[in-house]
T-cell receptor, first 112, second 114 residues
């Protein structure tokens, strides 16, 4: 498809486990963003890539969160030693330079 | 204080009604403004950008007041399919090394009733 693709769609993990969430942006989009959306809230910014460079990670809530985009296309958001407060929907968005962002369906993460 | 604040809602209106949503933002450096729509368990989708002169797209009208740092969305002749959460969104200018991330309000839930 032509849209932003995220996987898995749903992820259930036990507290303390590590998880990895994948984002496949729209082809050619240089900008890639990760957001976290808690229930009943709007998405909140986590981190931003321009091609393979992570230019801003100021939104990452702790050092347990790590993101990468090694070849400037697919990105992975990793959460180590998950906690219950990490339960949320993780949204990925991509855009051409300075253009509106297009969002993926998100990964619903539940930490038990 | 949140950077983007919206009416808490929910709004329950009959089909055909006119409904207005309001939003305020705190960062005076914000330059781009949007309304996004988010259906239940779906991703946010861009509804419309908001321009200083105000803009209209069919039944939807968006207004921006920079002096008051206030944004509005008006929906006329509401349809059942308009039921969704409407997110007010701003972003700050891009500077080298900083992110052009979007800052979202918490959203206002709209239910249009038959």
């Amino acid at each position: 498809g032509a849209g932003v693709s995220q996987s898995p769609r749903y992820k259930v993990a036990k507290r303390g486990q590590d998880v990895a969430l994948r984002c496949d942006p729209i082809s050619g989009h240089v900008s890639l963003f990760w957001y976290q959306q808690a229930l009943g809230q709007g998405p909140e910014f986590l981190t931003y890539f321009q091609n393979e460079a992570q230019l801003d990670k100021s939104g990452l809530p702790s050092d347990r969160f790590f993101a990468e985009r090694p070849e400037g296309s697919v990105s992975t958001l990793k959460i180590q030693r998950t906690q219950q407060e990490d339960s949320a929907v993780y949204l990925c968005a991509s855009s051409l330079w300075n253009q509106p962002q297009h969002f993926g369906d998100g990964t619903r993460l539940s930490i038990l | 204080r949140k950077e983007v604040e919206q009416d808490p809602g929910p709004f329950n209106v009959p089909e055909g009604a006119t409904v207005a949503f309001n939003c305020t933002y705190s960062n005076s450096a914000s330059q781009s403004f949007f309304w996004y729509r988010q259906d239940c368990r779906k991703e946010p989708k861009l509804l419309m950008s908001v321009y200083s002169s105000g803009n209209e797209d069919g039944r939807f009208t968006a207004q921006l007041n920079r002096a008051s740092q206030y944004i509005s969305l008006l929906i006329r002749d509401s349809k059942l399919s308009d039921s969704a959460t409407y997110l007010c969104v701003v972003n700050i200018p891009f500077y080298s090394g900083s992110a052009r991330q979007l800052t979202f309000g918490s959203g206002t839930q709209l239910t249009v009733l038959p």
